[in-house]
């Protein structure tokens, strides 16, 4: 998920659109209130709330990086969640193939071909360094360098499940929502270019209509067809992080595809459908509703 898109989403309001209600014989119009785009609970006392200051070292122990050096332990609690999520997805891809070569839940006489679809930032590249250099506060310029510079270590264990569904034969898509811009070093971070972390994934698969296999998100003014119906009704017609990405994947199946596994770091990245099974990596730094 790009961390452009998600920061904007997560430490501002989220705006309403002002419906205008007009009074019988009164004519006096009312704007709705604008809501939060987190709905949670309203505590009632002080006591109830974690201090900001702790929770940050909270996370950083959860990280093993209780100084905050910027790299995670790889015997840590995040590491051993991470690679929790990573093998249980291992399991259910080796056991979707039964003994007579069909494909679970697949329907007779049909053949497609299986894939796996992964989110990018904090589900197969893992942010923590930038949530330490930017003190939890996202910075667009800053943010787009450590893109850049593919600073990105990979997420503990996903490498290893994604090489084995590479070699079982599954697609292997990233679906992100890193701007178009950043195509080439997401690429790179992902797998192998010599810049920077090269986290050593398989290859996006060249899907059936050409299509490379790593969806990053295009101007809205770029938007393919299954973009614009399927966000038409979203503001100013730029999709909504679940429609993008279910849109995505609904295109990805349209094609010839069963997504057999999607993993994503946040429940919008999983929501909405068209996967036989989804899985959710922990990140306690952000949320994107």
Known sequence: MSLRTRRLSRRTTLVTAALAVTLVGGGVAYAATAQPAIKTSTPRHADQVTNIDVLRQQIRNYYGDPLGTGTFAPDGSYAKEASGVA???????????????????????????????????????????????????????????????????????????????????????????????????????????????????????????????????????????????????????????????????????????DIVASFGDQYSDLKGGYADRTFKLPNPNYYLP
């Not at 310029?141 to 996903?158: H, K, L």
């Not at 090269?198 to 698969?205: H, I």
């Not at 209509?209 to 998100?217: A, C, Q, R, S, V």
């Open 87 to 257: 093998k249980a997805g291992t399991r259910w891809l080796a056991a979707v193939q039964d003994p007579r070569g069909q494909k679970h839940g697949s329907t007779k006489g049909t053949k497609k071909t299986k894939a796996i679809v992964m989110d990018v930032d904090d589900t197969t590249l893992t942010t923590w360094n930038y949530e330490l250099a930017s003190n939890w506060a996202y910075n667009p310029t800053t943010n787009a360098q450590f893109v850049t510079d593919q600073r990105f270590p990979a997420t503990p264990g996903m490498v290893e499940m994604a090489t084995k569904a590479a070699k079982a034969g599954y697609a292997i898509v990233f679906l992100t929502g890193r701007p178009a811009a950043q195509e080439a070093a997401t690429l790179g971070n992902l797998t192998a270019d010599g810049v920077g972390v090269d986290a050593g994934y398989p290859a996006p698969t060249t899907l059936s209509d050409g299509e490379d296999g790593l969806f990053t998100k295009p101007a809205v003014a770029d938007y393919p067809d299954y973009l614009k119906a399927a966000c038409a009704e979203d503001p100013n017609g730029s999709c909504t992080t679940i429609h993008y990405k279910s849109a995505t994947r609904a295109h990805i199946e349209s094609l010839g595809y």
